[in-house]
DNA sequence: TTTTCTTTCCAAAACGTTTTTGAGAAAGCC
DNA sequence: GGCTTTCTCAAAAACGTTTTGGAAAGAAAA
């Protein structure tokens, strides 16, 4: 009596007193049933606890009403990476109004499970695909061969024509230089990431940009290009600090970066930020644990993955692919930046 | 020619010149078939891209080669929880190996993805689920009803008699409590959590026990529950550090408490380790995030969600389950804890 | 009364696999 | 050459649903 095997749309058709098709026609609220029957097989199914067998009817509708996730290679993991991981916050939130399933290959990066999400897609196991950061153009290639959308994010292939929603990180460093520009500062320093990934291309890029856009001289002297970890950034800033002509601000291009600035500026007994002003980039988690909390680049990391999943659902529902997206940052002050002087 | 529908297992079969069931047989090399006919069939399944149909493979199998994760009501969010993270990591890659599949319900709470969890377990559309966290009782008892394997992680039903893995959080606490009383410490405050979730509670009747076992006086002045976050802990940090018969040493019982103990010490220029001891709980990213760096429990993560999945993998491949598996945290000393006076 | 139209339902086919059963052919034995 | 045995393959059934093409029954129109 414990194991009672699952009921099913011939059970219900049985206990309601009608042919399965008209059960079927019942339960899906399709025309052509009398609303006594049909009242007739809503009870049966309820009383069945009935629930559709999912393969069955993916097998026949072939929708599946599920996505998958990829995990670009630069991820620290699905569920471990600081930057990442809101956005599938956003994505989350889209998906589960539109009553879809997210998939998620457990493996911690696309190069190891490229081989297992093709299969899947070639499977029909998916409505669509949300790839989030670096993925290679080879996969992408082998994936778009099954006639499954695909969304990008935070990645982009201009000469495949590839949709995708992107932070304007050049932007984001406009923001951040300028403001300590208007504080008054005339020597700013950038601790940028030394990898060769887009964002920390083009996070170098605004800030070089911005200078020349403030009226202040490019200086090779105090931009310096680091690990992107805390002790890196650490070690880098006692490079900066030790100048002759320091800088009187730095910006530094992620939330880590930032936390080991400070964390030179305290070894060496210089004030935040009243001897040195600090922006950086990231979440307001990471940011208000500084101490005084970090005045930070904010990348609307949820509003970037919502706009991934709105993107993906149109292409699923048939519409036409638009350009891709840019979502520009915001800047927000906290307490590490200060007047010049 | 941009659409080229699907090849599926028919078109093989054409091409090969045999039957569909004697393609199905060479291909998932059951015997029976010539080894010339084999490979006949190999050659035709790889130069049309053969991939099985899943939908149409698990309606006949009644496996899905997929497991659910279920995020629980105390979870920030499957993807943004600090403790839960890592958890999902170690599950991840047990999965991954096992060649699993995990389906996220994209809904941050158990309490509003409850309804469509119990429709995905009756839909037949996984083999077993994982519950992480804090889980209604209610819920629990209408998934088991479909006889399928859940395994909890972080929660428990003795009633129920649903198999789970914990952390000792009683016993992280001890070792933290301890350590203090090992560097000479008399008065050791403590920092909980004022939710009556299951950590909060084993937290502080570790730090009991731990305080009775190295002869302390258990003193309710310096024990304060807060909410688990930094600002709560600074406030309760002022509390406790302008008492005047103030503690020496503080165990948070977190690691945004123990943040939060931190900066109260630093408003009121107390140096750490020397004037105040700070030992919190966490995970390394936090802790080495402080300066100086946090002593803290550290709880076995990926461990815990490592044992659960295999647990899980072992109950679906019909082994009987086990009791309850608890897993002990230990304790790292960094820098925030020194010796009294 | 006969014809036409609705309404309500059901039989059958389809989706793409796997499994079971059975038939034909080649080979071994008397 | 007749008999069994072994090997190779194919025909058919099954999984649980949705969709299509009518059929039966009753009501409306002639």
Not at 11 to 29: E, M
Not at 162 to 176: F, I, K, M, R, S
Not at 218 to 224: F, L, S, T, W
């Amino acid at each position: 009596m414990k194991r009672r095997s699952a009921s099913t749309l011939r059970d219900v058709a049985r206990v309601a007193g009608v042919s399965i098709p008209t059960a079927s026609q019942a339960l899906n609220g399709r025309s052509g049933v009398s609303s006594e029957t049909r009242t007739r097989v809503h009870d049966a199914a309820h009383k069945l606890r009935y629930t559709p067998h999912a393969a069955a009817r993916r097998l026949i509708t072939g929708r599946t009403d599920s996505i998958a996730v990829v995990p670009g290679s630069n991820m620290t993991g699905i569920f471990s990476d600081r930057f990442y991981r809101p956005i599938l916050t956003g994505v989350g939130g889209v998906f589960e109004s539109a009553g879809y399933r997210m998939l998620i290959a457990p493996a911690p990066r696309v190069t190891s499970a490229a081989p297992q999400f093709v299969r899947m897609v070639r499977a029909r196991e998916v409505d669509g695909i949300l790839a989030v950061g670096i993925v290679g153009s080879r996969w992408i290639v082998e994936v778009t061969e099954s006639d499954i959308p695909v969304v990008l994010i935070d990645n982009q292939f201009p000469e495949l024509a590839v949709p995708a929603v992107v932070n304007d990180d050049a932007w984001g460093a406009v923001l951040a230089t300028l403001h300590l520009a208007g504080l008054g500062h005339r020597r700013i320093g950038f601790v940028g990431a030394i990898n060769d990934e887009l964002w920390a291309r083009e996070t170098r890029t605004g800030y070089a940009q911005a200078l020349a856009q403030a009226g202040l001289l490019y200086d090779p002297a105090i931009e310096i290009l680091v690990a992107n970890d805390v002790e890196s950034a650490r070690q880098g800033g006692h490079t900066l600090l030790s100048l002759a002509e320091r800088p009187s601000a730095i910006f530094a291009a992620s939330g880590k970066m930032a936390i080991g600035i400070m964390k030179a500026a305290r070894d060496r007994g210089l004030a935040v930020p009243q001897e040195l002003s600090v922006v950086g980039t990231g979440d307001s988690e990471f940011a208000l644990m500084t101490d005084p909390p970090l005045t930070a680049v904010n990348i609307h990391t949820e509003e970037l993955g919502q706009r991934a999943a709105q993107l993906l659902l149109g292409l699923i529902h048939g519409n036409p692919a638009p350009a891709s997206i840019v979502v520009r940052p915001d800047l927000i002050v906290r307490g590490t930046s200060g007047s010049s002087r």
